[in-house]
């Protein structure tokens, strides 16, 4: 079976705290694809970040960087120095062979000036 | 470079009346569906497509049908609507090549059903 669990419903911070966001998936299949996606209030879903199952190799980019740990199941995704633009629902999603996505329920974040 | 479309962006709908989704994407992908987003529950697949004439069923395909006719095109029929099928829908496409390829999403229409 195929899931994703983002356990934190919402998060409240204060401008320039960091910010941890938790995905935890599961997944019988050896290949697979794991990504972010972000939902500002507008509601467009914004794509974040991809990661193959193959490719552990944490990432940076700017404020925002991600931790794939296969051990755990885990694909967590932190923003450094948090803006009140960052303030949106974040979607962690796992792609099959089957061309399915697979989304966790959302983590709403808010950031507070 | 208009990628995903989804008409309308607002609907109201009354009980049994039936209406159709419409979404068109001018990038040549093969792979396109449709999810519904509600409350607390992410989003779910409603219905798939590979390519034209392919299509299958998602995770909540009741109350729904699709066809697809063109590469470009994907519309989402509801044939009865009900107030259960209140919900923001998006369309999404990407390239079939392989399972990596990112997931271009329209804008969402939200839909009430009373």
């Known amino acids: 079976a195929q899931k994703v669990t983002q356990a934190q419903t919402e998060i409240s911070v204060v401008e320039k705290e960091d910010v941890t966001l938790d995905c935890v998936y599961e997944t019988r299949d050896t290949t697979y694809y794991l990504f972010w996606y972000k939902q500002p209030p507008s509601g467009e879903l914004v794509f974040l970040i991809r990661r193959n199952s193959f490719d552990e190799q944490n990432e940076i980019s700017g404020r925002y960087s991600w931790n794939f740990q296969k051990s755990t199941s885990s694909f967590n995704f932190t923003i450094t120095a948090s803006q009140v633009v960052d303030s949106a629902v974040y979607f962690c999603a796992l792609r099959s062979n089957f061309n399915k996505f697979y989304f966790g329920s959302g983590t709403k974040l808010n950031v507070k000036p | 470079n208009a990628g995903v479309t989804q008409t309308p962006k607002f609907q109201v709908l009354k009980t049994g009346q039936s209406m159709t989704l419409q979404c068109a994407q001018d990038?040549?992908?093969?792979?396109m569906s449709w999810y519904r987003q509600d409350p607390g529950m992410g989003l779910r697949l409603i219905h798939y497509?590979?390519?034209?004439?392919?299509?299958d069923q998602g995770e909540v395909p009741n109350g729904y049908n699709v066809s697809r006719s063109t590469t470009e095109d994907f519309p989402l029929r509801l044939l009865s609507a009900a107030p259960s099928q209140t919900s923001v829908y998006f369309c999404?496409?990407?390239?079939?090549?392989?399972?990596?390829?990112?997931?271009?999403f329209g804008e969402g229409s939200w839909l009430t059903v009373v």
């Open positions: 999404a496409s990407s390239y079939l090549a392989d399972s990596g390829n990112t997931i271009y």
């Open positions: 497509s590979v390519g034209a004439g392919i299509t």
């Open positions: 990038m040549n992908h093969e792979y």
